[in-house]
């Protein structure tokens, strides 16, 4: 499952090192989860459902994989029939982005996946050397580790830029040597500015997901703690 994941990180990140090759102007355009760009797709996939009895234009995928990548978008299936065509912003077409669906069940949602994450965690696996575990700097949470960035040839600590805020994001680690995002800056944001209603044990990256267009990939589940402030969800908090 891990190999799975690690191919499908590196795949995402090839696609991804194409846009370089962009005019700047163009390549701007490539970067930003537009609105109009998220809605015809989203309409393209109402249509190609309603079409099909109900079937939606995925990609097959590991029932295993991480849930905000589980249901990638087949374009091969809805263009040029539903959809002029790819959205520039899509890593098919060299942008940023991968659409992906949410809530396939009981509302089919298009949101997307912010790829520049994929890309350093596929450099941070090939640091971390053939036994697939990094050397750790210190604990932050039960099976959650903050890795030595100097051990691994690094002068300062990694991060990747947040998709909802001018922040960067730290990364970590968990036993068994998978590295994940850590959005606890986002969530405890929200968290503070909106003030929403959650319980703790419950998994709050929905907070996330449901304010705006990039799902939390690659990353671990959150709650809050007895003052409503974000931290790692474990199994035994469920």
Do not use: H, W
């Not at 996939?45 to 995928?61: S, W, Y």
């Not at 990694?158 to 959005?183: C, H, K, R």
């Amino acid at each position: 499952m891990k190999k799975l994941s690690l191919f499908c990180i590196a795949m995402f990140a090839a696609i991804l090192m194409s846009g370089c090759m962009y005019p700047d102007s163009e390549r701007a355009e490539n970067e930003k989860p537009y609105d109009d760009q998220l809605t015809s797709v989203q309409v393209a996939v109402e249509k190609f459902q309603e079409a099909t009895n109900g079937m939606l234009p995925i990609k097959n995928r590991d029932q295993d994989v991480d849930q905000y990548i589980k249901y990638p978008i087949d374009f091969e299936k809805i263009v040029p029939a539903y959809l002029s065509e790819i959205p520039p912003n899509a890593y098919e077409n060299g942008g940023l982005f991968q659409y992906v669906i949410m809530d396939v069940e009981e509302n089919p949602t298009v949101k997307v996946v912010d790829l520049r994450s994929a890309e350093k965690i596929r450099e941070l696996n090939i640091k971390l050397g053939i036994n697939g575990y990094g050397p750790i700097a210190e604990q932050v949470d039960k099976n959650v580790y903050k890795l030595d960035y100097k051990v691994m040839g690094y002068e300062d600590e990694q991060t990747v830029p947040s998709p909802y805020s001018d922040v960067n994001l730290p990364l970590v680690a968990t036993g068994d040597g998978t590295i994940y995002i850590d959005y606890s800056i986002d969530l405890n944001r929200i968290l503070q500015e909106d003030k929403p209603k959650v319980t703790p044990g419950e998994d709050i990256r929905y907070l996330l997901v449901d304010k705006y267009p990039v799902v939390p990939a690659y990353s671990l589940p959150y709650t809050v703690n007895e003052k409503n402030e974000p931290e790692f969800l474990s199994e035994e908090d469920k």
